[in-house]
Nanobody, 122 residues
Framework: VQLQAFGGGSVQAGGSLRLSCAASGRTFSRFAVGWFRQAPGKEREFVASISWSGAGTYYADSVKGRFTISRDNAKNTVYLQIDSLKPEDTAVYYC????????????????WGQGTLVTVSS
């Protein structure tokens, strides 16, 4: 499966963005999808994940209550709604896919998109 993340941009603190992860290739509905982010000079970290059906969603503690992951299998797309943005949310955001259950572990994912940059100014 090929993934393409988009929707990033530059926003002020307190603003919102919706990131999209569009998939093509294999049957997307069989894949769990995760969002990760990597800030300059830091490790890539888990943000959120969603099961193949959308019934299960999981979040990093740092984003709970502000980020919402969802998916539309008919459109082969997973979304990450980001609200109440903070400067520390500045990072390149990546989506990734794997068979079976969602995971918070970066190495569990087999397929990665190219990333989209989110910049939050104070």
């Amino acid at each position: 499966v090929q993934l393409q993340a988009f929707g990033g941009g530059s926003v002020q603190a307190g603003g919102s963005l919706r990131l999209s992860c569009a998939a093509s290739g294999r049957t997307f509905s069989r894949f769990a999808v995760g969002w990760f982010r990597q800030a300059p000079g830091k490790e890539r970290e888990f943000v959120a994940s969603i099961s193949w059906s959308g019934a299960g969603t999981y979040y990093a503690d740092s984003v709970k209550g502000r980020f919402t992951i969802s998916r539309d299998n008919a459109k082969n797309t997973v979304y990450l709604q980001i609200d109440s943005l903070k400067p520390e949310d500045t990072a390149v955001y990546y989506c990734a896919a794997r068979y079976y259950d969602p995971s918070y572990k970066r190495d569990d994912y087999n397929y990665w998109g190219q990333g989209t940059l989110v910049t939050v100014s104070s």
